[in-house]
């Protein structure tokens, strides 16, 4: 790794590879065997630091089938194949803990008086409320004040079983909560108890967040994506099926960001794990291509896809084992698209390139025609930025590492489009640099104002997305950091170094708010930090959400923060990292909040618990709060 790109952003990959070797340290003790097949299959990524890869706590929390699934049909699918089917039955079982965690029945009874009238009632419908992303709940649908919010208690817990991240984004519509699971599930539950309608298989994992919209005049569908590239509408009374399309053959695809319905149509993006999987001295890195399709909400038909990369890959260059490597690719959209209904456009952020030669489309905002898919324009805010896993380990690592080797400055975070003076509009989204940018959706994305607020890195700047309302836009920063210790102090694991790493608990985080006008800090407040707990990390990765005087963001510490959108007061703070009582039965653990925001709708508040495989800790919850929990 050269060394101007280590001197900015070195603590913090060190951080990524203390996360996974920690298994010498906590190994189960048992068959030799497999303890023996481990270490010469899975050691080479879960003990040397490959970013991302999950700690052996978080291994234990997971049933073995979901273990399984991930060798044979996800993520590490690449090194499953190199195992016989008894192998990963073995390490399944021996990797996992005690299995899949048993339930209640838990179901709803007595009459059904949800989904009847459901545009009368209170709900928070996809990602960022409207088809805008502005992440911003009305005081109409919130029905819970900024006087309310200290009083907020917890009413009920629901345990997501046999996984070890809640990751998905509920969805609050006519009385129900509508969320997705790591363990290839869809629930549908009521909003005000938590207990179940129904639940539905999916075929991989859900990390979306879910729209609901009209079939007819008495029927509603709900739309998500799973981590097999396929998009589901399902009956949202009954979880059957109405429709799936695969809308991407690349076998590392998956969908994180979103579907956003609007109208008749769903934008469905599509990004992928070839970012890891390309660390692979063996793997031809890299082919796969950002994009968005559009689908007939009706149907599922395909109406266009578009790619972020308008080329093809082609070879490029050999690396060290003779493996023929291919470019460009990447620019994935890791985010939930922002459609602009006024202007019939589709705006995306994207992802960094995985190959050279670096993509001029990657790290940029980009605008599609929503009726054709023609892409109309595109601003990139960091040039030459490809990035494999490899580039962040150890020198032997690095045969896959693009010559570019940028610094993985992603966009994770929707564009916002926003209201500005003068009859301007403006799209605003913070990057992994640190930078928060605010470019014109009407003059080709000409930057608009431009604002640091961190330092940025891998897992450093603003992470999955801010909330704006009519004057300010609120961003919170992750900006994580590493500090070096002598080894056995507690909370340290091993370093490639041969020192001792530890989160640094007193360094990142911190929440930001920004006038939308000039890009201008109103405010900011530290955060708190985690004094010198080890293995806690400030960081405030999740995405914001706000309601009129109060805007919420979640830690890695654990804890949930309300602040008061006038000066950025902290006036409610619950830490989420405990034990749970659930109502189905499972044992329920909180842990880092990442990934998705919190969703208010009817006076309650609801959160996942548990996302990270990295500082902060794994968990299998979703949480519902109500003013002193009734």
Request: charged share 20%; proline share 6%; hydrophobic share 35%.
């Amino acid at each position: 790794m050269r060394p101007s790109k280590w001197s900015v952003t070195g603590l913090v990959l060190a951080a990524l590879l203390a996360v996974c070797v920690g298994f010498g340290a906590q190994e189960k003790s048992g068959n030799p065997e497999v303890e023996g097949l481990y270490r010469e299959k899975c050691g080479v990524c879960h003990d040397t630091g490959v970013p991302r890869a999950p700690s052996r706590a978080a291994l234990t929390m997971m049933a073995p089938e979901n273990i399984r699934f991930a060798l044979t049909k996800g993520a590490m699918k690449s090194q499953g194949e190199q195992l016989t089917p008894e192998q990963v039955d073995a390490l399944s079982k021996f990797l996992s803990g005690t299995g899949p965690t048993s339930e209640v029945a838990n179901n709803c009874q007595g009459e059904d008086r949800t989904l009847i009238e459901p545009l009368k009632e209170p709900r928070w419908n996809g990602w960022g409320v409207d088809t805008l992303q502005r992440r911003f709940q009305s005081a109409e649908m919130a029905q819970l004040s900024a006087e309310q919010v200290p009083k907020l208690k917890l009413k009920w817990a629901f345990g997501f079983p046999g996984v070890n991240r809640a990751v998905g984004q509920p969805t609050v519509f006519g009385g129900r909560v509508f969320v997705g699971s790591m363990g290839r599930k869809m629930y549908s539950l009521n909003a005000a108890s938590g207990c179940r309608y129904w639940e539905f298989e999916t075929e991989g994992p859900v990390r979306t967040a879910i729209s609901v919209g009209a079939l007819g005049e008495s029927r509603w569908a709900v739309y998500f994506g799973d981590q097999r590239a396929n998009a589901y509408a399902l009956d949202a009374r009954t979880g059957q099926v109405i429709w799936k399309t695969h809308v991407e053959e690349h076998p590392a695809a998956v969908i994180t960001g979103a579907p956003t319905l609007a109208g008749d149509r769903l934008y469905v993006p599509v990004s992928s794990f070839e970012e890891f999987t390309g660390g692979d001295l063996k793997y031809e890195c890299c082919k796969f291509r950002g994009s968005v399709s559009a689908l007939d909400a009706v149907t599922g038909k395909v109406l266009w896809k578009a790619y972020t990369i308008g080329e093809e890959s082609k070879p490029v260059r050999k690396n060290a084992l003779g493996v023929q490597l291919w470019g460009p690719s990447g620019a994935s959209v890791w985010s939930s698209p922002t459609v602009d209904l006024k202007g019939h456009r589709v705006y995306v952020t994207t992802g960094d390139s995985y190959s050279d030669p670096p993509a001029s489309t990657s790290d940029a905002f980009l605008a599609f025609d929503s009726e054709t898919g023609k892409l109309i324009w595109a601003k990139q805010m960091t040039r030459g930025d490809a990035f494999v896993v490899s580039c962040a380990g150890p020198a032997a690592t690095q045969g896959n590492c693009p010559e570019a080797n940028g610094p993985d400055f992603d966009f994770g975070s929707s564009p916002i489009l926003v209201e500005l003076p003068g009859k301007r509009r403006g799209l605003v989204a913070g990057q992994k640099s640190g930078v928060v940018h605010a470019v014109d959706p009407d003059n080709q994305g000409e930057i608009l104002w431009e604002r640091r607020i961190g330092e940025g890195g891998t897992l450093g700047g603003i992470q999955w997305g801010s909330a704006a309302d009519v004057e300010k836009v609120y961003v919170a920063l992750s900006d994580v950091r590493l500090k070096v210790v002598a080894r056995g102090t507690p909370g340290s694991q091993p370093s490639f170094a041969g020192g001792a790493l530890l989160l640094d608990p007193k360094a990142g985080g911190g929440m930001f708010a920004l006038k939308l006008a000039t890009g201008e800090i109103a405010w900011k407040t530290p955060a708190p930090g985690c004094g010198e707990k080890p293995g806690c990390s400030p960081a405030q990765s999740a995405a914001v959400s706000v309601i009129p005087g109060v805007a919420f963001s979640g830690g890695m510490d654990g804890h949930l923060r309300a602040y008061a959108t006038q000066d950025g007061k902290i006036i409610w703070d619950v830490d989420t990292k405990q034990e749970y009582k659930t109502v189905n039965g499972v044992v329920g653990t909180g842990g880092a909040l990442d990934g998705p925001g919190a969703v208010i709708a009817g006076g309650m508040l609801y959160v996942n618990s548990g996302y990270a495989v990295w500082g902060g800790g794994p968990g299998n919850v979703l949480l519902a709060y109500s003013v002193d929990g009734k």
